[in-house]
C-alpha cells in the first residue's frame, strides 16, 4: 500500500545514516481521522500503537530509551478519555511513552514529558518553561525534552485563536536557552531538546528561514579604517565578518572579530582601492545582517 511503501522509504532513509533517529508522534488527529473501521477512540489508540510497533519500531534507525521504542503523542488527553492502563494491556508494556507539559511526568504510562509552546505566556513562556523544568527536577528517572522557540503568532492561521508571543527581535529565541542552561549543564544534560517548531508557518514559529533580530549595521571607513555602528540587540550577534569585493558580486572575507568590535586596520590585508562590507553573523539560527557597500581608497 502507500503507507507501507512510504514506511519503507522512511526507515531505509533513516538507516542510511547513521545516529539519525526515527520518533512516531500519535497525533490527535490521527484518532479522529481513524484508520481503524468503526473504532472509538480508545481501539483506535490500541491500533495505531500496534502499527507503530510492528511497522516502525523494529527498524535500527527507531529511538529508544532504556531499549524501550519511543513513542510520543500531541493533545490526546485533552480530546478524548483514554484509559492507558487499557492501552498499555493491549499493545506492550516495553514502550517509552512520552507525554506533554509539566503533568507528563506523572501520568500513568509516562517515561517522560515533553515541553512546548505556551501561546497564552504573558511573560514569553518563560514561566511555563520554569514550571516544566521544576517538574523534571522531580522526576530524574524520567525522560525531559526541553523546548526553544523564537515566539508565537497563529493570527494568519484559519483556526486562529489570536494569540501572539513576541519574538522581541530574537531575544525571545536566546531566552529560551538561557532557562535551559539555568537548570542543565554538562554534568546534568537534558535528554533531549526540540526546536518548536522549525517549520510551522501559520503559527508563526518557524526557524528554518532564520530569526529576525532586527539590526542594523552602518559602516564607513577613513584612512586604513573601518569602522561600523550598529543599532539593535548585539547580544543576537555572534562575530562579524568584513567583505572586500572588487565588482561589488564576488566577496572575499578578509577578517572576523568578535561581537563587541566595531573596527578594522585595513593596513595589513594589502588591498588599496575597493568597496567592503560587514556582516553581522547571528547566533544559531538568528538571521545574518549585511551592511551596504562601503567605498574605500582611491
Given at each position: 500500500?502507500?503507507?507501507?511503501?512510504?514506511?519503507?522509504?522512511?526507515?531505509?532513509?533513516?538507516?542510511?545514516?547513521?545516529?539519525?533517529?526515527?520518533?512516531?508522534?500519535?497525533?490527535?488527529?490521527?484518532?479522529?481521522?481513524?484508520?481503524?473501521?468503526?473504532?472509538?477512540?480508545?481501539?483506535?489508540?490500541?491500533?495505531?500503537?500496534?502499527?507503530?510497533?510492528?511497522?516502525?519500531?523494529?527498524?535500527?534507525?527507531?529511538?529508544?530509551?532504556?531499549g524501550?521504542?519511543?513513542?510520543?503523542?500531541?493533545?490526546?488527553?485533552?480530546?478524548?478519555?483514554?484509559?492507558?492502563?487499557?492501552?498499555?494491556?493491549?499493545?506492550?508494556?516495553?514502550?517509552?511513552?512520552?507525554f506533554?507539559?509539566?503533568?507528563?511526568?506523572t501520568?500513568?504510562?509516562?517515561?517522560?514529558?515533553?515541553?512546548?509552546?505556551?501561546?497564552?505566556?504573558?511573560?514569553?513562556?518563560?514561566?511555563?518553561?520554569?514550571?516544566?523544568?521544576?517538574?523534571?527536577?522531580?522526576?530524574?528517572?524520567?525522560?525531559?525534552?526541553?523546548?526553544?522557540?523564537?515566539?508565537?503568532?497563529?493570527?494568519?492561521?484559519?483556526?486562529?485563536?489570536?494569540?501572539?508571543?513576541?519574538?522581541?527581535?530574537?531575544?525571545?529565541?536566546?531566552?529560551?536557552?538561557?532557562?535551559?542552561?539555568?537548570?542543565?549543564?554538562?554534568?546534568?544534560?537534558?535528554?533531549?531538546?526540540?526546536?518548536?517548531?522549525?517549520?510551522?508557518?501559520?503559527?508563526?514559529?518557524?526557524?528554518?528561514?532564520?530569526?529576525?533580530?532586527?539590526l542594523?549595521?552602518?559602516?564607513t571607513?577613513?584612512?586604513?579604517?573601518?569602522?561600523?555602528?550598529?543599532?539593535?540587540?548585539?547580544?543576537?550577534?555572534?562575530?562579524?565578518?568584513?567583505?572586500?569585493?572588487?565588482?561589488g558580486?564576488?566577496?572575499?572575507?578578509?577578517?572576523?572579530?568578535?561581537?563587541?568590535?566595531?573596527?578594522?586596520?585595513?593596513?595589513?590585508?594589502?588591498v588599496?582601492?575597493?568597496?567592503?562590507?560587514?556582516?553581522?553573523?547571528?547566533?544559531?539560527?538568528?538571521?545574518?545582517?549585511?551592511?551596504?557597500?562601503?567605498?574605500?581608497?582611491?
Amino acid at each position: 500500500t502507500p503507507a507501507d511503501f512510504r514506511r519503507i522509504q522512511t526507515a531505509a532513509a533513516a538507516e542510511n545514516h547513521p545516529g539519525f533517529k526515527v520518533i512516531i508522534m500519535i497525533d490527535k488527529g490521527a484518532v479522529t481521522l481513524s484508520p481503524c473501521a468503526g473504532c472509538n477512540p480508545q481501539q483506535t489508540m490500541i491500533y495505531l500503537t500496534n502499527y507503530v510497533l510492528q511497522h516502525y519500531a523494529n527498524s535500527p534507525a527507531y529511538a529508544r530509551w532504556n531499549g524501550k521504542p519511543v513513542i510520543t503523542q500531541f493533545d490526546l488527553d485533552l480530546h478524548f478519555t483514554l484509559d492507558w492502563a487499557a492501552i498499555q494491556a493491549a499493545t506492550s508494556s516495553n514502550i517509552a511513552w512520552v507525554f506533554e507539559n509539566k503533568g507528563g511526568f506523572t501520568h500513568p504510562v509516562t517515561s517522560g514529558s515533553y515541553s512546548w509552546m505556551n501561546a497564552t505566556s504573558t511573560q514569553y513562556g518563560m514561566d511555563y518553561l520554569t514550571g516544566f523544568y521544576d517538574a523534571a527536577g522531580k522526576a530524574p528517572q524520567q525522560m525531559a525534552w526541553g523546548a526553544g522557540y523564537k515566539g508565537f503568532n497563529d493570527t494568519l492561521a484559519s483556526w486562529s485563536l489570536n494569540r501572539v508571543v513576541g519574538q522581541q527581535c530574537g531575544q525571545t529565541w536566546l531566552d529560551t536557552f538561557s532557562k535551559l542552561n539555568s537548570y542543565y549543564n554538562s554534568s546534568n544534560q537534558i535528554a533531549a531538546l526540540q526546536l518548536v517548531t522549525w517549520n510551522d508557518y501559520e503559527e508563526g514559529t518557524e526557524i528554518e528561514s532564520g530569526i529576525d533580530n532586527c539590526l542594523t549595521v552602518n559602516a564607513t571607513s577613513a584612512g586604513s579604517s573601518l569602522q561600523w555602528k550598529v543599532t539593535g540587540n548585539e547580544s543576537t550577534v555572534d562575530h562579524y565578518a568584513v567583505y572586500f569585493t572588487a565588482d561589488g558580486q564576488n566577496l572575499f572575507e578578509l577578517t572576523s572579530v568578535p561581537a563587541g568590535v566595531h573596527s578594522v586596520n585595513l593596513g595589513s590585508f594589502g588591498v588599496s582601492s575597493g568597496n567592503l562590507l560587514v556582516e553581522a553573523v547571528g547566533k544559531a539560527s538568528i538571521k545574518n545582517q549585511m551592511s551596504g557597500l562601503v567605498k574605500f581608497g582611491n
